[in-house]
């Protein structure tokens, strides 16, 4: 299925993303496409189709999409980034009670240069923007909050006390808002929490134990469902999903193709008809192989024990025919697909 065939060594980050794979090695060069970038310092990819580059002369955000540029004047938040504008901080300060920052919030208007104060002093961040990009979520310890962007208007405000702690923040659908979140009492069981993004308010939620990996989830649009996908330690691997429209539960699973190789889930990622993952063997407790099932059937299509098979492997990326795995100690192991699944 797929073949080695390049090691990269001291390598610090990869990213995927946009039909571009980004490389930076541990020297600090940048390769872009495998060409090395030579005008700037620093390239980081953000959230919504847009990339920043910056050097000594200062910072560019670039739309991928419509190559439309602007030279920008603050570290912005690259999951609130648009062509309209992007949310930055100011006036960190260390709370000593919660041992966390709290910072100003502020969204800048790229169009009119002007800028909104959105929330003073407050621990947490911007996760996600919604409604073509005029409205944004903020995470606090508290819970979460909608804010309207150009005016700073906070929409609505919800706790999820009753629940627990939120583990994570899915993504949006058809403007319903999917999270996870740790039951509060019991930590063998977490729930999935569905929120309606006009008003806030809680439309259904799920309670999973253990087989429900609360933060090994995503969404897949193209697929119109929430995954989840992961093992516990040495036990095997459940796969669930969600219909994204009708929120209800439709598949719920022990990935037996798995179990009889004794592999254990530990990341993954939905492309088209298959899920690329990573996984441990019987041998270690962190994950050294990797491979790929049938989304539909979960069929074991092929999987390889990566070498050194003892060292933790970051999440799977794709780009084309290309596989790439990023080891702990800084090997990238480059794959080629050699025919057609």
Same mark, same amino acid.
């Given at each position: ?19 571009l ?5 541990k =020297? ?5 496409? !495998? ?11 953000? /959230? ?20 439309k ?6 570290n ?5 980034? #648009? ?19 709290k ?12 800028v909104? +104060? ?5 621990? !947490? ?22 804010f309207r ?11 999820? #006390? ?14 319903? +808002? ?9 930590t063998?069981?977490?729930? +999935? ?6 008003n ?5 939620s ?15 649009? /193209? ?5 989840s ?5 040495? &036990? ?20 037996? #193709?798995?179990?009889e190789?004794?592999?254990?889930? &530990?990341?993954?990622?939905v ?8 996984? =441990? ?17 979960? /069929?074991? +299509? ?17 780009? !084309? ?10 090997t ?10």
């Amino acid at each position: 299925m797929y073949k080695v065939i390049d090691t990269i060594l001291n390598v610090d980050r990869i990213q995927v993303k946009y039909n571009l794979t980004l490389i930076k090695l541990k =020297n600090g060069i940048i390769l872009l496409n !495998g060409q090395q970038e030579n005008e700037y310092g620093y390239i980081v990819f953000c /959230e919504n189709g847009y990339l920043i580059k910056g050097n000594d002369k200062g910072k560019t955000l670039l739309n991928v999409f419509t190559n439309k540029t602007f030279n920008i004047k603050h570290n912005y938040s690259g999951v609130t980034l #648009s062509d309209k504008g992007g949310v930055y901080t100011t006036n960190s300060e260390l709370d000593e009670i919660l041992v966390a920052y709290k910072h100003d919030f502020y969204f800048h208007n790229f169009e009119t240069d002007k800028v909104v +104060l959105l929330i003073e002093q407050a621990v !947490g961040y911007f996760a996600i923007n919604y409604s073509e990009n005029s409205k944004a979520i903020f995470r606090s310890n508290k819970g979460l909050a909608s804010f309207r962007l150009f005016n700073g208007e906070n929409e609505w405000q919800l706790t999820l #006390s009753q629940y627990g702690e939120i583990r994570k923040l899915i993504g949006i659908y058809a403007n319903t +808002l999917w999270i996870s979140v740790n039951d509060i009492n019991d930590t063998t069981l977490c729930h +999935l929490v569905l929120i309606d993004c006009e008003n806030g308010q809680i439309l259904k939620s799920f309670e999973h134990d253990y087989h429900f990996s609360a933060h090994g989830v995503m969404l897949s649009e /193209e697929h119109k469902s929430l995954v989840s996908l992961q093992g516990q330690l040495l &036990r095997s691997s459940w796969f669930f999903e969600y219909d994204l429209e009708t929120m209800d539960i439709k598949r719920e699973v022990e990935v037996i #193709s798995l179990k009889e190789k004794r592999l254990v889930v &530990r990341s993954f990622m939905v492309n088209g008809d298959y899920i690329y993952f990573t996984a =441990n063997d019987s041998t270690q407790v962190v994950a050294n192989c990797v491979g790929i099932l049938n989304y539909y059937t979960l /069929e074991l +299509l092929w999987y390889d024990k990566v070498s050194p098979g003892n060292l933790k492997l970051d999440p799977p990326q794709i780009a !084309g025919d290309k596989l790439y795995i990023l080891g702990a100690e800084g090997t990238l192991h480059v794959y080629k697909k050699e025919n057609t699944m």
